[in-house]
């Protein structure tokens, strides 16, 4: 009985439960057998690289596509059987632009609020909140289409706010915005949290995103969830430091280096040789000593530091995440292309 | 429950009324073709001339006006229907996706600004058409014509949604528009008597239901017709709630 009672006090704290969801189009797995938990009040990340399956697990988990297999509840209710109180529960900003463009800022909220059933009081004291919160308020008459980039994402977050929401996506929040704008989105996304008690789940590919903003974050690729803890936890799993060797022939240096014991993990991204070690600094003068005449390599240049959330995706994945990101970038010049045929 | 129904409606109707009326280009646009005909077509028949299959005495123009009106209807009922694909293309679908709110509502929201707008275009057709020298039986018959430029509205704007939810994007706005839309028009006797058709065309006439648009729209307007009035409103009547319910379907099962 006392496991029961338990069971159901962790369920109302978790704000987001997902067991072995899965998504597939035409039999490709765009998101495969996934398993996690938000607790509530969390800033929850997903990190990956581009088609991992980030949004796709997030469009699940707002209804607005059918999971193939898996169960995921927010706030208690089922995201197949009970799709209106999670849509009442939720707020989310999509990856692309969702504004009705020939709509002023003001009139994007009002829409909001009354599609959500807002009052005519609530509905206005709101706006006005919401405007102040992303300092978009002497914008809010002007057309959305005459707004900046960084401004439609503003008032994109303002908007999934509108209706007091328990639980915010945000799905890649500052893709191309410069580094300004993402530092004041990074505010105001705290702000949230910490304001309005909103639990907050966020997609990313930005290192320093998911290290500054999530309490937890899950490290996806190829739909897979492959390491999910604290961003400190997931360092910690490296343990002590990385090494970071130039050198050239890279390959002959690797297969030497790999031999060494105090050598923890090894990987290599074209010349730059990552050797995951205790103690760095005393391992360093190790390397020195190796005869690189005789070994028939030569050290460019050494680099030592704590390990990055950069270094933690290389131990898991095998790869960089801009890796990743290069092929995809040909991939979207091609859709470009595409386009401009039509 | 019911009231949130409304207020769906509602905001999607407002939505609808408020990109219309800043959309000037487009009303103008919309207002140019319709004109066009009655210019072109219209007049281009002298009272003298008489068209078979019509009685005699009808002016031509007095003719072709009611014709036109329900193309002016059909083309903007279908746009408002189509422009689901619009948002679909600007993101602004998923916002209204993911709402807590009835897709049918949406639907309906949506169909409601559209025929409202059609409406005012086919208003400001008729107004312009009296300038030109139409005639009306009289007043009650304006009453009845709004009826059936109702009843094509809801139709075709239903119609445009379907097919716009079985679309994945924009790309075969322009084959409909060709290979649906301008057949419908065409094949609706807008433009001479249906039993003008040859045998072997006249199916596809009576297949069309802008035929019985037409056809309402000319009893009304000009006491005119070749079907009973009550046939012509019972097959709309069909046609819309038919339309109305299909598109509602395909939207909702929209995934995005
Ligand atoms: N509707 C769809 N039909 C077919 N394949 C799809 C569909 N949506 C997504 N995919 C595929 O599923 C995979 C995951 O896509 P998803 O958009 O979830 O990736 P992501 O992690 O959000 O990537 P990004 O960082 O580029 O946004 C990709 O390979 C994508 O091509
Ligand atoms: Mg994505």
């Known amino acids: ?342 | 429950m019911k009231s949130n129904n409304l207020e769906t409606i509602y905001v999607m109707w407002l939505r609808e009324m408020k990109r219309f009326l800043r959309a000037k280009s487009r009303i103008i646009g919309t207002l140019l073709l319709p004109f066009f005909f009655l210019l072109a077509v219209g007049s281009g028949f002298n009272s003298g001339f008489s068209l078979p299959g019509a009685p005699p005495g009808v002016n031509y123009l007095n003719f072709l006006v009611p014709g036109i009106l329900g193309m002016t209807m059909l083309f903007s009922s279908m746009s408002t229907g189509i422009s689901v694909l619009w948002d679909k293309e600007f993101g602004f679908l998923k916002e209204i996706m993911v709402a807590p709110v009835k897709r049918f509502a949406i639907v309906l929201g949506r169909i409601a600004g559209g025929v409202t707008t059609a409406l005012i275009q086919g208003i400001l057709i008729l107004i312009l058409s009296l300038f030109l020298g139409f005639k009306m039986v009289n007043l009650p018959s304006f009453i009845l014509a709004l009826l059936f430029m109702f009843l094509i509205g809801i139709g075709f704007i239903g119609f445009g949604v379907a097919i716009a939810s079985k679309m994945e994007d924009t790309q075969g706005f322009s084959l409909i528009m060709q290979f649906v839309v301008f057949p419908i028009f065409l094949f609706s006797g807008a433009f001479f008597p249906v039993i003008n058709f040859p045998g072997w065309l006249r199916p596809i006439a009576y297949l069309d239901p802008l035929t019985y648009g037409v056809d309402g729209l000319r009893s009304s307007l000009i006491g005119f017709s070749q079907f009973p009035l009550f046939l012509d409103l019972i097959i709309l009547l069909i046609f819309g709630s038919l339309m109305v319910i299909l598109g509602s379907w395909l939207f909702s099962k929209t995934e995005i």
Not at chain 1, 60 to 78: Q, R, S, Y
Not at chain 1, 139 to 150: H, T
């Open chain 1, 1 to 342: 009985m006392q496991i029961f009672d338990e069971y159901d006090i962790m369920k109302t704290l978790f704000m987001i439960r997902v067991e072995n969801l899965t998504k597939k189009f035409n039999g490709f797995t765009a998101v495969d057998n996934i398993s996690f938990f938000v607790n509530k009040g969390e800033i929850f990340g997903f990190l990956g690289p581009n088609g991992a399956g980030k949004t796709t697990t997030i469009k699940m988990l707002a209804t607005l596509l059918k999971p193939t297999k898996g169960e995921a509840k927010i706030c208690g209710f089922d995201v197949l059987k009970e799709k209106e109180n999670v849509r009442k529960s939720i707020g989310i900003v999509f990856q692309e632009p969702a504004l009705d463009n020939r709509l002023t800022g003001f009139e994007n909220l009002d829409f909001h609020a009354r599609l959500y059933g807002l009052d005519k009081e609530t509905r206005k004291k709101r706006i006005e909140e919401v405007l102040n919160l992303v300092e978009l308020q002497d914008k809010a008459k002007i057309l959305v289409i005459n707004y900046s980039g960084g401004m439609q994402r503003r008032l994109e977050i303002a908007r999934g706010l509108m209706h007091y929401p328990k639980v915010l996506f945000l799905d890649e929040p500052t893709l191309g915005l410069d580094p300004q704008t993402r530092h004041r989105i990074w505010d105001y996304i705290l702000q949230l949290n910490q304001k309005e008690k909103i639990t907050i789940i966020l997609t990313t590919h930005y290192m320093e995103e998911a290290d500054y903003l999530c309490q937890r974050v899950g490290i996806i690729d190829f739909g897979k969830i492959v390491a999910l803890d604290t961003p400190q936890n997931l360092k910690n799993i490296l343990g002590g430091d990385v090494i970071s060797i130039e050198v050239f022939p890279p390959e002959r240096a690797f297969e030497i280096f790999k031999t060494f014991s105090w050598v923890k993990k090894i990987n290599r991204c074209n010349s730059i040789i990552n050797l995951n070690v205790e103690q760095g600094e005393k391992k360093i003068p190790l390397l020195m000593k190796i005869d690189q005449k005789e070994a028939g390599f030569e050290i460019k240049s050494v680099n030592l530091r704590k390990p990055t959330l950069e270094d933690v995706f290389l131990y898991f994945t095998g790869k960089t995440i801009r890796d990743g990101e290069a092929s995809q970038e040909e991939k979207n010049k091609m859709t470009m292309r595409g386009r401009f045929r039509r």
